[in-house]
Nanobody, 122 residues
Framework: VQLQASGGGLVQAGGSLILRCAASGRTFSRFSIGWFRQPPGKEREFIASIIWSGSGTDYADSVKGRFTISKDSARNTVYLQMNSLKPEDTAVYSC????????????????WGQGTQVTVSS
């Protein structure tokens, strides 16, 4: 399983970004894809996840209503639309995959892509 995250950058507070996680290497019908972030000096935290088959999603309270996770099965890509960004959203964002239902614990995900930096200026 290979995952590649992209789409990070520098944005002003209140702005938007869309992150992409391109997945390859196998069939993902039984997988869930999660987005996590690691702010400077802090531990990695769960942001959102989606079940590849179906429409089940899960969000951390800190991003609920501002971020939206979605997928394009034909392109094997999961997206994270981030709106109303805040300086506290500044972090390295990574996507990860696990076989089974969505989970919030980073250690439960065996497959990780490289991170993409998101910086939100005030």
């Amino acid at each position: 399983v290979q995952l590649q995250a992209s789409g990070g950058g520098l944005v002003q507070a209140g702005g938007s970004l869309i992150l992409r996680c391109a997945a390859s290497g196998r069939t993902f019908s039984r997988f869930s894809i999660g987005w996590f972030r690691q702010p400077p000096g802090k531990e990695r935290e769960f942001i959102a996840s989606i079940i590849w088959s179906g429409s089940g999603t899960d969000y951390a309270d800190s991003v609920k209503g501002r971020f939206t996770i979605s997928k394009d099965s034909a392109r094997n890509t999961v997206y994270l639309q981030m709106n109303s960004l805040k300086p506290e959203d500044t972090a390295v964002y990574s996507c990860a995959a696990v076989e089974g239902s969505w989970l919030r614990i980073p250690s439960a995900y065996p497959y990780w892509g490289q991170g993409t930096q998101v910086t939100v200026s005030s």
